[in-house]
Every structure is written in C-alpha cells, then in structure tokens.
C-alpha cells in the first residue's frame, strides 16, 4: 500500500492526545538549545531518529540526497548561528540510492521535461556517489572542514560513518 497524505493527516490526528508543547527558542536558556548536528541521507530506510534513538530537540538532522555536506551548508551555517553546534556527525548508508543515480541521467531526464531550462539544469548537481561510501563520507568531512564559513567546533568535531541498512551497524570513517 502507498502511504497517502490524507493517511498521514490521520496518523497526526491520533498523536495530539499525547502531544506535550515544545518550548519556543526564547523559552529556551543556552543550555537547552541541541548543539548536536547529524547530517545524513533523505533515504526513507536510514532514519536518523531511529538509528540514534533520538528525542526532541536532542539534535538538528539535514538530510539530502546521498548525505552530502556540501549540499547542506546554506541549512548548517544558519541553524549554527541560532544554536552553535558542538559536534558533527555524518551518516551515509549502504545501498544508498545515490550509488545507483547518475548525474548526467538525471539530467538528461530533466532536458526533456524542461527543454528551455538546458543552462540552469548544466548547473545542477545531484550527488551521485562514484566511489566507495568511505571515500564520500571523507568529501563530505574534508569540506567542512576546510571551508572557512564552517565553526571551529563543528571542524574540530566530525565523526563520520556509514550505516549497514542490513545490520543496523554503524562503521566510523576515519577521516
């Protein structure tokens, strides 16, 4: 069965029996705001919450296709001028749909939808994952901590990983 809106819609009906409010950012005192920051694939299968057992406000998740950093910096420079992240950790996963993407077939893909859009689609990038996950999780690390707009506590505090969507295991990149 497909999941639907209206399902989802439902789904939210039943949870505001149990609902507790969550404090605005100027009911919060500094040492309640998450300074833990998890970026990781937008894959349904590699559910950041789950995999960390995570609660509200515990961390700030971005996720885009594959997992990239680079793709995430506009979203991470903004959220850590409102909290500061202490720490970064980043999460790729096995069987990865950006393993099996091209960017030149999406792209080609994207031509024929939108022909007199040929210049903006050239300028586009998918993250296609080439090599192994290690290698693109070190890119993702390597970025953030060589771009000069990043925090040092966020550059001096990556981890990265690769989840087994088989196991559940979560192995370190040394980076």
Do not use: W, Y
Not at 43 to 60: M, Q, S
Not at 107 to 125: N, V, Y
Request: hydrophobic residues 40%; contains cysteine.
């Amino acid at each position: 069965m497909v999941l639907t809106s209206q399902e989802l819609l439902q789904r939210h009906e039943a949870t505001l029996s149990g609902f507790t409010p969550i404090p605005f950012f100027s009911e919060m005192t500094p040492d309640q705001l998450c300074r833990m920051l998890i970026i990781t694939c937008a894959d349904p299968r590699c559910i950041p919450e789950n995999i960390f057992g995570l609660k509200t406000g515990e961390a700030v998740v971005l996720r885009d296709a594959g997992g990239n950093a680079q793709f995430l910096l506009e979203h991470i420079l903004s959220i850590d001028s409102l909290v500061q992240f202490t720490e970064c950790i980043i999460v790729q996963h096995t069987d990865c749909g950006a393993t099996h993407f091209r960017n030149q077939l999406v792209k080609q893909g994207l031509r024929e939808r939108a022909p007199d859009h040929k210049k903006e689609i050239d300028g586009m990038t998918f993250g296609e994952i080439t090599g192994s996950l290690d290698d693109n999780v070190k890119k993702s690390i390597a970025f953030l901590r060589e771009n000069a707009l990043v925090s040092d506590a966020i550059k001096e505090n990556i981890r990265g990983f690769v989840f087994d969507i088989k196991t559940g295991e979560l192995k370190e990149v040394e980076a």
